[in-house]
């Protein structure tokens, strides 16, 4: 089989490497003239990284990556509304929550390619999704090439989508922007923590190399953009308890990187046209309030890889769960995004009053989601 990947991010990463072990011909074709991720850090669930057992490297990223759990969620002044613990989420999943640069992730998959599978600086336009009696075509600069299989993994504002679904409305603004931060901070000790304000959130979380993995979101309109990313959120984010005003102090307006939220509200019809398959941001792009974006698209490769001579049993197996997962994404930014004084105090009692009842609403909040398996046997991990 001869499989065209679009984008290697991490979804198409872990595609290719998916494919290329069920003994695909792979072809990585990425826009960018180097493997550089977008963003800092990525945080994996057990879902995820139940997956990429299957491509030999679960335990690889577990050893690479801090394990998360330990912390829970505060207010700007410091006050804990939840708590959960690490060991309470690997008996609640069936393993870790970790976090770990995305570099180091999307080095591990490309090392399970073959050294001429990846081109990088070459964008791609698919001209013809096939069908049962002819491939795939697509266009590069250096001309066309035909597939048995398309994967589109380019990303949230994807072209291919477009093409296949011209009708559906597309990507739409979810109301709040984002900023991302990674860097050293030698010296801070601190409890990883998510802090809700009003309309504003906070997240710092120490990473195993020692440097701490930071971001920040906040209901701003479409497109606004500061002159100095660090000083807006210094402005925004200065009076915060600790270590936010150290990680600010800390930072420099080039580490600041700074995006727009956005979110496919319509659920795509299919995730498959033709000898086409939409992958991850492209297919189901969600807000990153569960930090399920990755996770989902890791999913969506190792289920393509399993259904790959049968696109609608990959349709049948992920669109349900994906837009229930995406659904949850889009309630849990609302009650993070929450302003008015009134509603964030009641929200606030709430989860303080819910925390003391049971599971720390960190941990619930991924029920449902980071039990899920593979469709078929994974490699046994370890551990």
Partial sequence: MRVLIIGAGIGGLTAAAALHRTGAHITVLERTP???PAGTAISLAPNALRALDTLGVGDRIRDLAAWQGDGGLRTPGGRWLSRSDARSAETRFGGPLVL??????????AALLPPDAIRTNTPATLTDPGDATR???????????EADLVVAADGVHSSVRRALFPDQPGVEYAGFTTWRLLLPLPGVEFTSHETWGRGRLWGSHPLKDGRVYAYAAARAPKGQRANDERAELQRQFGDWHA???QLLAAARPQDVLRHDVHQIAVPLPAFHRG?????????HAMPPTLGQG??????????????RDDLHAYTAARLPRTTAVARR???????????GRGTTAVRNAAMTALSAAGPALFLRGFDGIADWRPPYAAQQTTR
């Fill in 243 to 245: 270590p936010v005003p």
């Fill in 100 to 109: 770990l640069p995305r570099t180091t992730l999307v080095d591990t998959l």
């Fill in 275 to 283: 000898r086409v398959a939409l992958l991850g941001d492209a297919a």
């Fill in 34 to 36: 180097a493997l550089t």
């Fill in 329 to 339: 994404a889009v309630r849990a930014g609302r009650l993070g995004m929450l302003r």
């Fill in 294 to 307: 990755g996770n989902q698209a890791i999913e969506d490769a190792v289920v393509l890889a399993h259904t």
């Fill in 135 to 145: 491939p795939a075509q697509v266009t590069t600069p250096q001309g066309e090439l």
